[in-house]
């Protein structure tokens, strides 16, 4: 190969490498002006991440307890009760389908932010309705958009000028309430047996992550699974029990407490045994709020 050849080909590598390095420095910039977080704008972002976003604007070290998850810890709690009665402080920073790495990522830029105390993860997510590759693939995309989230909210930026109104937002950090009733009639559904539901590589080791980034902020991290029988199994019991067992965690299981929290599937349910409604909510969060009370040092904030 001549002299000439060889320098055309370092230009054009040069050239290639360039235009990328550039590419992603405008992608970064642009991403940095559009962030809703930085503009404190939860109400521009599409309805998945409302509340992650409205958790992460939140005055800071406001927030002792956070619940992460999917549509599942979505309606877990009421966080407006817990305050009324016994002045905790709670977010519930779902998204529906939230994977673990979204919830890893959510929590990591909360606890920028706040002192967290403790931490409910609702275990729903830890089980995504997937093949090992399409996890692998979730994840990837995941990081290329929470890197350039120019991607995600380049459609809002006539909301983020005001030259467009925003749609109002709803939920009360984090919850809507929903008291729509669909009667689950299908029956006894936490069947014993010593079979263990398995777990993907990608849920296995965010999961971990959570565990070391709780543990190295002193945050106390709870597993709790909202009654669903759409969702939960005893095979899957046993795969969470050794879980919390091997790492030291309390573990909540409300569909092996349907009885004690006083769960009627008559009139608790939101959508055939999916999601529990508002009525149910109501008596989880009265359970929620006596174990917080209980195992956990938490302030009263209804005198601030």
């Given at each position: 190969?001549?002299?000439?050849?060889?320098?055309?080909?370092?230009?054009?590598?040069?050239e290639i490498?360039?235009?990328?390095?550039?590419?992603?420095?405008?992608?970064?910039i642009?991403?940095y002006?559009?962030?809703?977080?930085r503009l404190?704008?939860?109400?521009v972002?599409n309805?998945?991440?409302?509340?992650?976003v409205s958790a992460l604007v939140?005055?800071?070290?406001?927030i002792?307890?956070?619940?992460?998850?999917d549509?599942?810890?979505?309606v877990?709690?009421?966080?407006?009760?817990?305050?009324?009665?016994?002045?905790?402080?709670?977010y519930?920073?779902?998204?529906?389908?939230?994977r673990?790495c979204?919830?890893?990522y959510?929590?990591?830029?909360?606890?920028?932010r706040?002192e967290?105390k403790?931490v409910?993860?609702?275990?729903?997510?830890?089980?995504?309705a997937t093949?090992e590759?399409?996890e692998?693939?979730?994840?990837?995309?995941s990081?290329?958009?929470?890197?350039?989230?120019?991607?995600?909210?380049h459609v809002?930026?006539?909301?983020?000028?005001?030259l467009?109104?925003a749609?109002?937002m709803?939920?009360?950090?984090?919850?809507?309430?929903r008291?729509a009733?669909?009667p689950?009639?299908g029956?006894?559904?936490m069947?014993?047996?010593d079979?263990?539901?398995?777990?993907?590589?990608f849920?296995?080791?965010?999961?971990?992550?959570i565990?070391?980034?709780c543990?190295?902020k002193d945050i106390r991290l709870?597993?709790?699974?909202?009654?669903?029988p759409?969702n939960?199994?005893?095979?899957?019991?046993?795969t969470?029990t050794?879980m919390a067992?091997?790492?030291g965690?309390?573990f909540?299981?409300?569909?092996?407490?349907?009885e004690?929290?006083?769960?009627?599937?008559?009139?608790d349910?939101l959508d055939?045994g999916?999601?529990?409604?508002?009525?149910?909510?109501?008596?989880?969060?009265?359970?929620l709020m006596?174990?917080?009370?209980?195992n956990?040092d938490l302030?009263d904030?209804?005198?601030?």
């Amino acid at each position: 190969m001549q002299a000439s050849d060889k320098k055309r080909k370092m230009k054009r590598w040069f050239e290639i490498g360039a235009f990328l390095i550039v590419l992603v420095a405008m992608l970064l910039i642009m991403s940095y002006i559009m962030d809703p977080v930085r503009l404190k704008r939860p109400d521009v972002v599409n309805e998945r991440d409302t509340y992650i976003v409205s958790a992460l604007v939140e005055e800071e070290n406001t927030i002792d307890v956070a619940v992460l998850g999917d549509s599942e810890a979505m309606v877990l709690l009421s966080p407006e009760i817990m305050y009324e009665r016994e002045g905790i402080s709670s977010y519930i920073v779902g998204q529906s389908g939230q994977r673990m790495c979204e919830a890893y990522y959510a929590l990591k830029a909360l606890t920028e932010r706040q002192e967290l105390k403790v931490v409910l993860l609702e275990t729903d997510m830890m089980f995504p309705a997937t093949v090992e590759l399409g996890e692998r693939l979730y994840t990837f995309s995941s990081a290329i958009t929470r890197t350039f989230s120019i991607f995600e909210y380049h459609v809002a930026w006539k909301e983020m000028m005001n030259l467009k109104e925003a749609p109002a937002m709803t939920h009360v950090r984090g919850f809507d309430k929903r008291e729509a009733v669909a009667p689950y009639t299908g029956g006894e559904y936490m069947n014993p047996t010593d079979e263990k539901a398995k777990l993907l590589s990608f849920p296995r080791f965010y999961f971990k992550m959570i565990c070391d980034l709780c543990k190295k902020k002193d945050i106390r991290l709870v597993l709790v699974s909202a009654p669903s029988p759409r969702n939960y199994n005893y095979p899957r019991h046993n795969t969470l029990t050794e879980m919390a067992e091997k790492n030291g965690l309390d573990f909540i299981d409300f569909n092996m407490m349907t009885e004690e929290v006083g769960i009627d599937w008559q009139t608790d349910s939101l959508d055939e045994g999916d999601h529990i409604n508002y009525s149910g909510t109501k008596k989880i969060t009265q359970y929620l709020m006596r174990y917080l009370k209980e195992n956990c040092d938490l302030p009263d904030r209804r005198s601030e």
